[in-house]
């Protein structure tokens, strides 16, 4: 394992991988540029600043990241998928643009909060277990399979898809042009309301 009191800063043309707990103070910049090889931080990590992720491939680099305690996501720009994993809460105020797959687990008395109006998640977005989940997209949303303990919130510059099962224990609030959750029932562009299997939803055209 490595300890940096300072802040971190790789470039790497390989595939980019730990052996041992990684904890950093600072912030964590990567920089990817090796075609198909993936980065793989999975083991007891404690990332104390913002982590930004940049990879230019022309075929998928997929990103894992573990943390241990709440993770703060900075810029990230992703030619794959993206498995998130934090004891703690989730957020990303600078733009995520992930051009697969993001799937994230907080814990489901940590919050998820991706609030940047210009995030591209471009793949389908599933939470593996949260309290309260905001997603904030400028383009479509497609929901995969998620648990979520509080309240989901959800706001796209275009359509929001379900193509999983949502188990939401709060309410469910949904702002888009379009809004069709398959797995429970089907909304269209307009402001509507209603109560599906208990969870209110109050989508709003966006």
Known sequence: GSTISGNLALTVRGA?????????AGTTAIQQFANGNDITLNDANDFGGAVSISTSSSSPINVTLNDTSALVLGTFSIDGDATITANGAITGSEQLAISGTTTLTAGAANDITLSN???????????????DVTIVNAGNVDLGASTIAGNL????????????????????????GTITPSQTATWTSGPTSGTVDGVTITPSAG
Do not use: E, Q, Y
Request: glycine fraction near 10%.
């Open 117 to 131: 109006s210009t995030n591209s998640l471009a793949g389908t977005v599933s939470i593996t277990s949260a309290d």
């Open 153 to 176: 919130s959800v706001t796209a510059n275009g359509t929001i898809t379900d193509s999983g099962a949502l188990a939401v224990a709060g309410t469910t609030t949904l702002a888009a």
């Open 16 to 24: 980019l991988s730990d052996s041992g707990p990684l904890t950093v």
